[in-house]
């Protein structure tokens, strides 16, 4: 890789700590638990319904922008493998009962490819910066 972009850099680890936190916290809020009200249920299926379209889009072109641009050296070597491993690993539909629990694990593997390829970066931008 060239010289770093730290502004991008930054919008990229910002953007993978946003998608894992709400992917973190769709998991924290159920966790255990197999009761939750109707209007629960529905507020959970929402939010994971946005999460899992914001990581599907962002999988199609691989971008920030979410648009069909060349790939940024730091797109092409952490957001673009980060978004589509996660978006092949979303195997939970947008109506999941998050009462079963299928929830969280269907969630973990979501979350840990984000996290994987998000530590990559920090630790690429310690150690070249």
């Known amino acids: 890789m060239t ?29 255990d638990r197999r009761s939750f009200t109707d209007a629960e249920v529905e507020s959970l299926q929402k939010r994971l319904k946005a999460i899992k379209g914001e990581i599907k889009a962002a999988a199609k072109h691989g971008t920030l922008s979410r648009k069909k641009f060349a790939l940024t050296d730091l797109e092409r070597c952490f957001f ?37 390829y998000l530590n990559n970066l920090e630790t690429y931008l310690s150690e070249n910066s």
Do not use: C
């Open 3 to 31: 010289s770093i972009n730290m502004e991008e850099a930054q919008a990229i680890a910002g953007e993978l700590h946003r998608m894992h936190d709400e992917v973190d916290s769709l998991m924290k809020e159920t966790g």
């Open 80 to 116: 673009a493998p980060a978004v589509q491993r996660a978006s092949a690993s979303f195997r939970l539909t947008i109506n999941a009962n998050p009462r079963k629990v299928s929830w969280v694990s269907g969630l973990y593997d979501v979350a840990d490819d984000l996290s994987y």
